[in-house]
T-cell receptor
Framework: EDQVTQSPEALRLQEGESSSLNCSYTVSGLRGLFWYRQDPGKGPEFLFTLYSAGEEKEKERLKATLTKKESFLHITAPKPEDSATYLC?????????????WGLGTSLAVNP | DTGVSQDPRHKITKRGQNVTFRCDPISEHNRLYWYRQTLGQGPEFLTYFQNEAQLEKSRLLSDRFSAERPKGSFSTLEIQRTEQGDSAMYLCASSPITSAYNEQFFGPGTRLTVL
């Protein structure tokens, strides 16, 4: 069964303290892995798509990497405005399936 | 604003009432998705449209839920005879047909509270 597990569930950092969030997945053929940011009471905001092992993408203080079993979202020198829940989702290449399988998210709090 | 829009943003209703939500996708996106999200959970897939055709529907979706996209543009999600367990954030997302990997772009959501 396709599954996505994110860790840790919650993370509290001091401003400037770099860290990484993990997304482990099992899927019958990976078609894409997606990272989203979600602020309280709002819809998820698209960050990155990763397609193949070894791929990396960056946006401001965020860098996403992908292996055959997991993805990491690295946050370098975070600021309080980076506080949010970060969600990971995968799509399998089984048939014409366009449904995304989601993790439960990592709630990040960055203290000033 | 050219993003996905949803209306209303908040809805409070009494148990047993019917509610309808609207989603307007990004204009050039022909794929549209509905999700439900409760606190501390990831989005839960409900249904998916390509143009006006409803191509996939979650087995979790009871007969009280129905979605339409009559002209392949906006979509509506109706919940009949609401129950307290229907209280959640209802999210709409869209993606372009040109995306081979199905990046989905979400609206702000409709928060439903069933009393």
């Amino acid at each position: 069964e396709d599954q996505v597990t994110q860790s840790p569930e919650a993370l509290r950092l001091q401003e400037g303290e770099s860290s990484s969030l993990n997304c482990s997945y099992t899927v019958s053929g990976l078609r894409g892995l997606f990272w989203y940011r979600q602020d309280p009471g709002k819809g998820p905001e698209f960050l990155f798509t990763l397609y193949s092992a070894g791929e990396e993408k960056e946006k401001e203080r965020l860098k996403a990497t992908l292996t055959k079993k997991e993805s990491f979202l690295h946050i370098t020198a975070p600021k309080p405005e980076d506080s949010a829940t970060y969600l990971c989702a995968v799509r399998s290449n089984a048939g014409n399936n366009r449904k995304l399988i989601w993790g439960l998210g990592t709630s990040l709090a960055v203290n000033p | 604003d050219t993003g996905v829009s949803q209306d209303p943003r908040h809805k409070i209703t009494k148990r047993g009432q019917n509610v309808t939500f609207r989603c307007d996708p990004i204009s050039e996106h022909n794929r549209l998705y509905w999700y439900r999200q409760t606190l501390g959970q990831g989005p839960e897939f409900l249904t998916y449209f390509q143009n006006e055709a409803q191509l996939e529907k979650s087995r979790l979706l009871s007969d009280r839920f129905s979605a339409e996209r009559p002209k392949g543009s906006f979509s509506t999600l109706e919940i009949q005879r609401t129950e307290q367990g229907d209280s959640a954030m209802y999210l709409c997302a869209s993606s372009p047909i040109t995306s081979a990997y199905n990046e989905q772009f979400f609206g702000p959501g409709t928060r439903l509270t069933v009393l």
